[in-house]
Nanobody, 115 residues
Framework: QVQLVESGGGLVQPGGTLRLSCATSGFKFDVYDVGWYRQAPGKQREFVAEINNIGRSPYEDSVKGRFTVSRDDAKSSLYLQMDNLKPEDTAIYYC?????????WGRGTQVTVSS
């Protein structure tokens, strides 16, 4: 059974830091491209960052220089270090994995940036 479980979300003040984690099981994590998406209230889900199975990691323009995506294949886990958070980063953050025509999603973790 495929599972992706996000954790690490919460309420943080502008300029603050959070680190999201995504623990996965049920698929061969090390050959998958994995990444993070987010969905703000009233908006469509959007791409945030990805890291593929050879380490390439594109980012959405608004998070470049503030967010860092990483993976630990030995732990089948994905991470998103988020620094200098802004109110516009408020959203539900989802991790995903894709390969061989498969696309898996977690249930998301809420990130709220507010003073």
């Amino acid at each position: 059974q495929v599972q992706l479980v996000e954790s690490g979300g919460g309420l943080v003040q502008p300029g603050g830091t959070l680190r999201l984690s995504c623990a996965t099981s049920g698929f061969k994590f090390d050959v998958y491209d994995v990444g993070w998406y987010r969905q703000a209230p009233g908006k469509q889900r959007e791409f945030v960052a990805e890291i593929n199975n050879i380490g390439r990691s594109p980012y959405e323009d608004s998070v470049k220089g503030r967010f860092t995506v990483s993976r630990d294949d030995a732990k089948s886990s994905l991470y998103l270090q988020m620094d200098n958070l802004k109110p516009e980063d408020t959203a539900i953050y989802y991790c995903s994995g894709s390969a061989y025509g498969n696309n898996y999603w977690g249930r998301g973790t809420q990130v709220t940036v507010s003073s």
